[in-house]
Structure formats: C-alpha cells, structure tokens
C-alpha cells in the first residue's frame, strides 16, 4: 500500500507531456514517474491503426516469401529479389517490435 507522497515541479507542458505518454502506456500518472524513476521501462500500447499495419506487414512478408519460393526454380533472380524484401519487412517487423516506448 503507497501511503507516501513525493511532490516535484514541473511545468504545464512537462504534465501534459507525462500524462499523454502514462495514457499511452494505459497506467495512471503516478505509476508512470515510478517505473520511470526507477529505470523500469515503459512500453505503449499499440494503437488499433498501428496493430492493423502490424497485421499487414505480416501478411506482406507471408505472401512475399511464398511468392520467392514459387519463383525459386524457374526465375532464381526473381525470387531472391521477392526474398529479399521479405526480410527487409521482417525487418522492420522485428525493429517495431523492439522501438515501442
């Protein structure tokens, strides 16, 4: 139980800055300064946009490597191309991942 109150100032701007990012987080103002005190890192929440083109990226990188593999033998360049941009959108899936903060 948190019965203990530490007060800090901080301009208009900082307190809306803090509250949009804990709101971003889905975790109240005070618990946002803690995990931040602390070096706990917090993640955001994905926004329904931001998992839809999730969603697409994956399914982009699915049909772009079944496409290479169709391609393998009767087009080599072809498919290394196709296979190539799979794990440049793996990458970026990969990178999306890791950058949420």
Request: glycine content about 4%.
């Amino acid at each position: 139980m948190k019965r203990t109150y530490i007060k800090f100032r901080c301009s208009i701007y900082e307190k809306k800055l803090l509250k949009k990012r804990a709101e971003r987080a889905g975790i109240s103002l005070s618990e946002y300064c803690r995990s931040s005190a602390f070096g706990n890192s917090v993640i955001e929440r994905l926004t329904e946009e931001q998992l839809a083109h999730y969603r697409m990226l994956v399914k982009y990188k699915g049909n772009f490597t079944r496409i290479g593999n169709m391609f393998r033998k009767h087009n080599p360049k072809l498919a290394n191309e196709v296979e190539t941009l799979a794990a440049e959108i793996r990458k970026h899936l990969h990178n999306f991942k890791r950058t949420k903060k």
